[in-house]
């Protein structure tokens, strides 16, 4: 509050991260990395008892943003453009709809998480698949997305459009993370570590962050080198002797010159990865040389300009170095909570706040509790979604919630509840349940109000 934080105390913070928990850095690099609002805001929301005392409170500027739910990725070009570096916290409402503040920014964030996320924007590596039978391509990737390698002699226009988008991806994930935002996009530890610029540090094994079946065949290839060089350093071998051996040494009992490999990158042949490239073909006295631009060509030289794009944009947001604080594997919670979102019982009963009707005792709760603890992760997401706008937990799971989950009785006009659906106000993370005659019907009512009460923010 007074500006007084001691020097040395992100000093060893950052030259000694492994001195201190995830939690405690976490919370040292927002109360040292923003302003004094921005600090105070998250010492709040980290410590709500503090707030009683009513001395001081936060003065955070913000900018409110009305978009379309159509083109929203266009959109969001404009909005970040025009927003540039701005400290104002942003907040969004959607054309022709009332809601505005949390549940409707938290929402725009992953919206635009999944729409950067599209095949036909030709970002990341992966499968293309289809998702609720809609006629669009998302790219999917179990090992985190990383970007699509792109060639030196890509074409202008293309290596604009995509660098663009990275720069976008840049500004949203600054943005988020200064306003405490939650992203739903899984990126590979590989980009992570690209983002603290350990780059420079990646090695073969980094592969298994991008492609595990190629790093498989890499591994093998790498048991072949050295063989080679065991057979070339035998002294007890004659040059024909050793000629005989090398010709002799296999991929898995197959002879390497039958594998018909050149020096294209695979699952790309457009890109050469030296200078006549596809008419050079791969031999045991050149696969060394193979799988030292192999590794360059994924892990950095087809990859650099769509990462300088998007630290480009994170930069003009707020100063990369400050992620200097967190290790590459503990970014992903840092921007996006997690996706384990696994409650129990226990825990549902110790973080949710009931009120105006309901205690620990309502049937109706305990009814509620029992079928979010039988939700798959699909589901759970979802129901994340209906309630607070966004599909993912911050970092400490439900109990971190701010505000925390509060439950209410929706009381009828006389009517049946059980002809009610459930409601939410998802700027205070507030769930307004009818008292339902059984646990079935509430099954029911809240899985047809969660599926379709998604995109649309109306008073209810």
């Known amino acids: 509050m007074t500006g ?22 976490h919370l040292l690099f927002y109360v040292n990395s923003f302003d004094r609002d921005r600090a105070l805001q998250r010492l709040f929301d980290t410590f709500p008892s503090l707030k009683n005392n009513g001395r001081i409170s936060p003065k955070l500027d913000k900018r409110k943003k009305t978009v379309s739910r159509d083109s929203l990725l266009k959109q969001a070009e404009s909005l970040f453009k025009d927003l540039g570096n701005s400290k104002a916290m942003l907040e969004i409402q959607y054309k022709n709809e009332v809601g505005t503040g949390l549940g409707p920014t938290l929402e725009f964030y992953a919206l635009i998480s999944k729409e950067l996320q599209r095949a036909d924007l030709d970002m990341w590596r992966g499968e293309k698949v289809l998702e609720n039978q809609s006629s669009v391509n998302y790219i999917y990737n179990p090992l985190g997305l990383y970007p699509v390698p792109l060639p030196r002699n890509t074409k202008t226009q293309l290596l604009t459009r995509i660098c663009g988008k990275f720069k976008l991806l840049g500004n949203i994930f600054a943005k988020a993370l200064m306003d405490s935002r939650l992203l739903d996009i899984p990126l590979s530890l590989a980009f992570y570590k690209w983002m603290l610029n350990e780059e420079c540090y990646l090695t073969v094994s980094d592969l298994k962050y991008v492609d595990e079946n190629l790093l498989n065949i890499v591994t093998k290839l790498e048991h072949l080198v050295v063989k080679k060089k065991h057979v070339e350093n035998d002294e007890a071998l004659s040059a024909i002797d050793k000629k005989v051996v090398l010709e002799s040494l296999t991929y898995d009992g197959c002879p390497l010159d039958d594998l018909n490999l050149d020096f294209t990158l695979p699952g790309y042949a457009h890109i050469e990865m030296k200078k006549n490239g596809k008419d050079t073909m791969v031999s045991i006295h050149n696969l060394e040389e193979y799988l030292k631009l192999l590794k360059h060509w994924i892990l950095y030289e087809g990859v650099q300009l769509q990462m300088k794009a ?12 400050h992620l200097k604080i967190f290790y590459p594997d503990e970014l992903e919670l840092l921007f996006c909570g997690t996706d384990k979102n696994q409650w129990d019982m226990e825990s549902l009963m110790a973080c ?27 589901q759970q997401r979802q129901f994340l979604k209906f309630v607070t706008g966004s599909p993912r937990l911050p970092v400490g799971g439900l109990k971190s919630l701010c505000p925390p989950l509060t439950i209410v009785r929706k009381t009828s006009d006389g009517s049946d509840s059980d002809s009610y659906l459930p409601s939410v106000m998802t700027c205070v993370n507030y769930l307004k349940l009818p008292a339902y005659s ?11 109000a969660i599926s379709e009460g998604q995109h649309s923010f109306h008073l209810s």
């Not at 007084?4 to 850095?25: C, D, G, H, M």
């Not at 998007?310 to 170095?321: A, H, I, Y």
């Not at 949710?352 to 699909?378: M, P, T, W």
């Open 4 to 25: 007084n934080v001691p020097s040395w105390l992100s000093q060893i913070a950052y030259k000694f991260p492994f001195l201190f928990p995830f939690e405690t850095r």
């Open 310 to 321: 998007f630290r480009d944009g994170f930069e003009s947001v707020f100063p990369l170095n």
């Open 352 to 378: 949710c706040r009931l009120d105006h009707g309901y205690d620990s005792e309502s049937q109706a709760i305990k009814f509620l509790f029992e079928i979010l603890c039988s939700y798959n992760v699909q």
């Open 438 to 448: 059984t646990r079935e019907i509430m099954r029911t009512k809240l899985e047809l």
